[in-house]
């Protein structure tokens, strides 16, 4: 707690800083429209300003992920109180480095759903504030479309294309029609591959090798996997292997390794903090287990695509996006697939397939630029914890029982 309210009392100290520094600062008129974009919708408090070409102009994120490390997982009062200490801050801090006045901003883009709430509602009250004060529209965002949306910023991506979004709350497959227009098709039925990585990573106690202290679950469980030298060691099942469908579950992979690991924990003695010797092993084994898991659903939805007319044979688009994508032996894994199929893959830099206002502000722009969801009445805005992404074609999948036999994936660790 002692650390906590010494980051409250630095934030304050920060905006007092930036508060002063805003009277001096030149105003570039050069800009016509800029969208600002402000994501609290788990633990990172993110702004970013975008231009009317879609230029990225300043961005800015404060992350509580050492705070959330200690603590074991999201205290959702404590995302809340961080959100709360930095959001003016981060916000002020983006519009100094984008040289503009909230003048120059012609929408305010915000994550409404789906989050924790208690994190939702600081972006959304803060994002009304500035519309209230300067008199600006807001555009509602979506969490996972604006994942899905950000590979386009980079990469010349067209609609329609497939995505898969793997993060520490989702998992998804779904076919991008058009900006507002998702289709799902499959999606986790227990938990995500973030989550699982967090919690194994921590009951593996990845976090005593100082190295791995700092970084996410799901980093550690990667640099610790590269290190292995026998990674056959562990056989794990592949998981939904008898359901003809798109959805995922990461449940009984998690048990799976939690045996592996009780196993070696009871053979080797081990007490307190030590880990088990074979820990990179387990670490590839879990990696391979995702990865076959992941490949195998993203296979059948290139097949039901491919019945269903959904994505053009000429131009067919894999997008992976959410924290997971990170993660190499997984981007590797599903370019084998891409390969085989003929698919093109993308996924944005890292720092943007993690949580970052960009994305949103990413989105806010290619909604204002086709004039969608530009609000002025704001009064009826409001946030939701939970929301499906787009229509669902979940029910067409199943009953498509595709069989699908998946692929010879060859990891190198
Ligand atoms: O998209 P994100 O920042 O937040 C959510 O919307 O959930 O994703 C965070 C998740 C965490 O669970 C973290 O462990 C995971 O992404 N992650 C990774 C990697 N980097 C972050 N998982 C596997 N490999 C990585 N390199
Ligand atoms: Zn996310």
Redesign the pocket.
């Known amino acids: 707690m002692l650390n906590y309210s010494r980051l409250l009392r630095a934030s304050f100290r920060i905006r007092n800083s930036i508060r002063s520094s805003t009277v001096t600062n030149s105003i570039n008129f050069h800009t016509n429209h800029a969208i600002l974009g402000i994501e609290t919708?788990?633990?990172?408090t993110g702004c970013a300003i975008i231009n009317d070409k879609g230029e990225l102009l300043a961005e800015s994120l404060h992350s509580q992920n050492l705070m959330h490390l200690r603590n074991g997982g999201i205290i959702p009062d404590v995302a809340q109180d961080l959100h709360k200490a930095y959001i003016e801050p981060i916000v002020s801090e983006t519009l100094i480095k984008a040289k503009l006045s909230m003048e120059e901003i012609s929408a305010i883009a915000v994550t409404l759903q789906p989050?924790l709430p208690l994190s939702l509602v600081v972006g959304m009250k803060y994002a009304k504030h500035l519309s209230r004060r300067h008199n600006k529209p807001i555009i509602p965002i979506h969490?996972m479309e604006a994942?899905a949306l950000v590979a386009r910023m980079h990469h010349n991506i067209t609609f329609p294309f497939l995505v898969l979004l793997?993060?520490?709350?989702?998992c998804l497959l779904a076919v991008v029609q058009d900006v507002n227009h998702f289709q799902l098709l499959g999606q986790s039925i227990d938990s995500?591959?973030?989550?699982m990585?967090?919690k194994l990573?921590r009951r593996m106690k990845l976090r005593n090798v100082p190295e791995y202290s700092t970084?996410?679950?799901?980093?550690a469980?990667?640099m610790a996997a590269s290190k292995a030298t026998n990674p056959h060691t562990f056989k794990l099942p592949l998981q939904l292997a008898e359901y003809k469908d798109c959805n995922f579950s990461f449940n009984g992979l998690k048990t799976a390794v939690l045996l592996q690991l009780h196993k070696k924990e009871k053979e080797h003695q081990i007490v307190a903090d030590q880990l088990i010797p074979e820990v990179n092993d387990l670490c590839a084994a879990m990696l391979m287990a995702t990865s076959r898991h992941l490949v195998h659903r993203t296979q059948r939805a290139m097949e039901f695509c491919h019945q269903n007319n959904l994505i053009p044979e000429g131009k067919k688009q894999l997008v992976v996006s959410?924290?997971?994508a990170?993660?190499?032996?997984?981007f590797n894994a599903l370019t084998m697939l891409c390969n085989e199929f003929n698919y093109s893959i993308y996924r944005p830099l890292?720092k943007l397939?993690?949580?970052?206002g960009v994305m949103i502000a990413w989105n806010g722009f290619e909604k204002w630029r086709k004039g969608l969801d530009i609000v002025t009445d704001i009064q009826k805005l409001d946030i939701q914890a939970t929301s499906p992404l787009g229509e669902s074609l979940i029910h067409q999948v199943v009953q498509s029982k595709i069989p699908t036999k998946l692929i010879k994936i060859k990891l190198s660790i």
Do not use: K, L, M, R
């Open positions: 919708s788990a633990d990172d989050g969490h994942h793997i993060s520490g709350g989702h995500a591959p973030g989550e990585f967090d990573s970084v996410s679950g799901g980093q469980i990667e959410g924290g997971v990170c993660n190499n032996f997984i890292p397939c993690t949580d970052n």
